[in-house]
């Protein structure tokens, strides 16, 4: 009987099956490889990771990282190079079908009203402090850092509060308001550093709590409201990456409240993440798990919505700051997980890396920006001069 050799019948694992020519053409206009090598290429682990992408686009792609189904070294490298080829612009078939629905989803139905108002902050602001904790700095700014000058993230955050204040032109005893003050940072370093009083409005249970922790002994008040209800007369506004919440069918009610609630003589300074286009939806993936009902402006959906109501005085942008931040936070983040992981689970781990790399790409490709506008009535009898 033929011998047969013991190296003959060593078991070599079969190879992952090739993706389906679509995608790896897709996939190829950003130099991304399926199985490949490189720290940016896909490691596919299940051959289902095809059909969800085919079939769900980017929602598939992204809950089949959750599932441990693929894998990739460098998850913001990886987005950078797909969102820079906007090859998320080019998946056809049910793909496109979907986002069809979802561009009809937004315009038909108003997604921010004042029922669903405060969906976002009980899914995302409160499932728990300990993880934003771990996560931001100690300033606890969740919001794009400001890096121009500044080498860690905390002098960065720092940088990008005072930034704030001083663009605001705040001056002690002035009466401030912030729509969406988030765990009170920028409302405690305005009143501990430039001695005005605040009230922060927010819709996140968990925020408010800690916020009024953070704040005690200063003159802020911190309210669980939507911003539709503020009432009042203030010297200056503020909002800091919460306009991304408010959706295009409710940006002229956003800004007739800003305007109705500022002093005339006053400043406006909103601070946001903005699109490089018009764009009628949400990603999908984020729109599920990580900002429900959110919508990206872009400066034309902007500028229109300011027309008529404020004067521009200033609009910086420094969006490829953001990428920096985002990098900080998922380091932070990583460092902590071995106290975090028995609460949250591995597929947490694998959510959240996935939200703040991919973000990062999003950034590094520009798709993403970052802008801070500083808007006044016409009424405003000094002149504004811009600074950085």
């Not at 950034?363 to 993403?368: P, T, Y």
Request: aromatic share 12%; charged share 25%; hydrophobic share 40%.
């Amino acid at each position: 009987m033929h011998q047969i050799s013991e190296q003959s019948v060593a078991w070599n694992p079969p190879a992952p099956a090739e993706a389906p020519a679509i995608l790896r053409e897709l996939a190829a206009m950003a130099g991304v490889r399926f199985n490949g090598d490189r720290p940016w290429d896909i490691r596919v682990h299940d051959m289902d990771v095809y059909r969800r992408i085919l079939s769900h686009g980017s929602l598939g792609f992204g809950e089949a990282y959750m599932d441990g189904l693929w894998d990739c070294d460098r998850l913001d490298q990886l987005f950078h190079r797909l969102l820079a080829a906007d090859v998320d612009c080019r998946l056809g078939g049910w793909a496109r079908v979907r986002l069809l629905g979802e561009y009809l989803r937004h315009g038909l139905f108003n997604l921010q009203s004042a029922r669903r108002a405060f969906q976002v902050g009980e899914q995302h602001y409160d499932i728990g402090n300990d993880v934003f904790e771990a996560m931001l700095d100690s300033s606890m700014a969740y919001s794009c850092a400001y890096w121009q000058r500044a080498d860690t993230l905390a002098q960065a955050q720092h940088d990008k509060l005072d930034l704030i204040c001083r663009k605001l032109e705040l001056k002690p005893g002035e009466r401030v308001l912030e729509i969406g003050c988030g765990w009170g940072s920028l409302a405690r370093f305005a009143a501990e550093h430039y001695g005005v009083e605040v009230l922060g409005v927010t819709v996140s249970k968990a925020q408010r709590e800690l916020a009024l922790k953070r704040c005690a002994g200063l003159p802020v008040r911190i309210d669980l409201m939507d911003y539709r209800d503020i009432e009042g007369r203030f010297d200056k506004v503020v909002s800091v990456g919460m306009f991304e919440h408010v959706g295009q069918k409710n940006y002229a009610t956003y800004f007739d409240v800003a305007r109705r609630v500022l002093d005339d003589d006053g400043l406006f300074l909103l601070h946001t993440i903005g699109s490089h286009v018009s764009v009628g939806r949400t990603d999908p993936w984020i729109d599920k798990y990580i900002f429900p009902n959110g919508k990206l402006p872009s400066a034309r959906e902007l500028a229109q919505a300011v027309e008529g109501r404020f004067v521009v005085e200033d609009w910086h942008n420094f969006g490829t700051d953001y990428d920096r931040t985002l990098m900080a936070w998922w380091a932070n983040f990583e460092r902590a997980w071995p106290d975090l992981a028995g609460k949250y689970g591995e597929r947490f781990r694998r959510m959240w890396k996935y939200y703040l790399l991919s973000c990062a790409g999003f950034f590094r490709a520009r798709q993403g920006q970052l802008w801070q506008l500083v808007l006044s009535k016409r009424e405003r009898r000094p002149v504004y001069r811009s600074v950085r």
